[in-house]
């Protein structure tokens, strides 16, 4: 399969060679490194992608979540059109960032007040420094910990997939076992008085799409209540699940939450809101008001992008209607799997979804560990062949100009992939 790969794609292959010349490795996104090398897209329509060499996919990846609205939705692109006629450096206000916040306080229960960032990575570090102060303000000195959870990703700086990164931001991390109630108690126990912010995905997302079981989640709320403690949600990813995140859906209200990815219309994009008496920790007209700038904070085409695909794209009747396509293909490639008695599955909720190549329910860490590394290599590799552009690690991620037939092939992809390689899917 890998050769085949090569074959058919030397113009990716000199592309990359190219790429090598000044970036290591040819690559400045580590996620879009691929052995033997990585394909170039050289254009999007609606859901579909076309690569250096002329293949045509399905775009079930959809930008690892950011890509929501599919390429070149006529709403954002018109959006982004008219900001581009009004000039976007303008260092000043806009009139589209107070309008993006409204979206968003309104949709989101936990989210009073709203802050933009350029990614959702740097929505968490700025989260973190805002429930670091909040909590020395409210005397609690001791507190410079925060607790994250195994097979967490908040960004390249603030990685705990595998274990923890050198790179990381240099916090003292208290790191607790995902989906266990009892463990992650003790751990608190033990650090609640050092710990100034817990942060954590409502569903593992980069991990492998592991749902948070909602007494797991509501556990972790009871505890950081009692205890003072910020608890933040990650929904960079999750915040699609329904129209008021995955927070709304299993009724678990965070003191803080992050967000990214799509909400900026496919431009780059983050934010960091919650309660108001932690924001208004940022307002600069307030006495010690601590310092968040950024020149790209409130960028012009993300802002009106933004606006565009969250206030008339994605609405709550789009979230729905994508979530509900999201559960129904899902259970449909689960339902092949479980018929042709092979041991692989797609774990997610609504349109996020992972390939998993094991037998065992997804429920913990172990359970993503025990899938086969080879098989989902080769599930990566012919579903390329097949037209189908899905990431390497087997990830999904629905968009909304997705329809029926393109649902259909994927699902008709799956199940021949399955078939084919039903010898080598066994327990
Ligand atoms: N948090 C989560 C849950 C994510 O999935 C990601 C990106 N994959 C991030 C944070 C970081 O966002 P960004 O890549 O925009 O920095």
């Known amino acids: 399969a890998k050769q085949a790969y090569v074959d058919r794609n ?94 968003i306080a309104d949709r989101m229960p936990s989210i009073d007040l709203v802050r933009f960032t350029n990614s959702g990575t740097e929505g968490n570090v700025m989260a973190l420094a805002g429930a670091r102060v909040f909590a020395q303000r409210k005397g609690r000195t001791r507190a410079t910990k925060v607790m994250v959870f195994h097979g967490g990703y908040h960004g390249g700086v603030l990685y705990f997939v595998s274990g923890g990164s050198p790179v990381n931001m240099p916090y003292e991390y208290v790191v607790a076992p995902y989906n266990d109630i009892e463990g992650t108690k003790a751990l608190l126990a033990k650090h609640g008085e050092e710990l100034f912010a817990v942060l954590l995905e409502p569903m593992q997302g980069s991990h ?64 960091f809101g919650g309660k108001r008496e932690i924001m208004e920790l940022f307002d600069p007209t307030k006495p010690d008001a601590l310092p968040h700038a950024g020149t790209f904070n409130n960028n012009a085409l993300t802002m009106a992008a933004g606006v565009a695909g969250y206030g008339e794209v994605y609405t709550a009747e789009a979230a729905k209607t994508l979530n509900d396509r999201g559960d129904s293909i899902r259970e449909r490639l689960n339902a092949i799997c479980r018929k042709a008695g092979v041991a692989f599955q797609f774990s997610g909720i609504g349109s996020m979804m992972t390939a998993h190549a094991t037998a065992r329910p997804i429920k913990t860490a172990a359970d993503i560990a025990s899938s086969n590394q080879d098989v989902k290599e080769l599930f990566f590799f012919d579903m390329s062949a097949a037209g189908i552009w899905i990431a390497r690690r087997g990830f999904v991620a629905l968009n909304v100009m997705i329809g029926d037939a393109e649902g259909d092939r994927f699902v008709a992809a799956v199940e021949e992939f399955v078939s084919a390689r039903k010898a080598l899917l066994q327990a």
Not at 215 to 228: H, I
């Open 10 to 103: 030397p113009k990716s292959f000199s592309r990359h060679q190219d790429a090598c010349v000044a970036m290591p490795g040819g690559n400045t996104r580590t996620t879009l490194h691929n052995s033997p090398f990585p394909l170039t897209v050289v254009r999007g329509e609606g859901c579909r992608l076309w690569d250096a060499d002329g293949h045509e996919y399905i775009d079930v990846l959809g930008e690892y979540t950011a890509g929501i609205y599919g390429h070149s939705h006529p709403v954002i692109r018109a959006a982004i059109d008219k900001a581009l006629d009004h000039g976007w450096n303008f260092g000043g206000r806009n009139e589209n960032e107070g309008k993006l916040a409204k979206l």
């Open 208 to 271: 492998g799409c592991l749902p948070g079981d909602v007494d797991f989640l509501k556990a972790v709320r009871e505890e950081t209540r009692a205890r003072g403690i910020t608890m933040i949600f990650d929904e960079v990813m999750t915040s699609r699940l329904s129209p008021g995140g995955l927070q709304a859906r299993h009724g678990v209200i965070p003191d803080m939450t992050t967000l990214g990815k799509y909400i900026g219309g496919g431009m780059s994009f983050g934010a």
